[in-house]
């Protein structure tokens, strides 16, 4: 999917810059989030309880799960580690669905402009 997406922003670049700018924003997939910036991901895990969180990292990659767990509050830390522990394995419906919750508020930040990436 990846593969797919970053060639179709680039046939789009070749043609008009802005455009392509416009829709990679938009284009915004869990397995971006080891590249967005820190302020983006506390705005889109601000506010989520505890199980929606331990969903959405269920079998996360390293990568994506340290960018996570790092912008969390050491309480919602401990939080999430209980709630994991007692949660038995969730349906990939379930994990799939409270990552889209986070995906979708990273979307309404891209929406505004708002939305950043490390190192942007």
Not at 82 to 94: C, D, N, S, V
């Amino acid at each position: 999917a990846t593969e797919l997406r970053d060639s179709l922003v680039k046939a789009i670049a070749d043609q008009n810059a802005d455009a392509a700018a416009a829709v990679q924003n938009l284009m915004i997939l869990w397995e971006d989030m080891p590249q967005v910036a820190d302020r983006s991901i506390q705005e889109a895990t601000r506010g989520l309880d505890a199980r929606k969180l331990a969903l959405a990292l269920a079998g996360a990659d390293p990568a994506t799960r340290t960018r996570i767990v790092g912008n969390l509050s050491e309480r919602t830390r401990a939080m999430i580690d209980e709630e994991a522990q007692l949660m038995k394995q969730p349906k990939a419906e379930e994990i799939e669905q409270a990552r889209e919750e986070i995906l979708a508020i990273l979307r309404a930040l891209s929406a505004k402009g708002e939305l950043q990436f490390q190192g942007a």
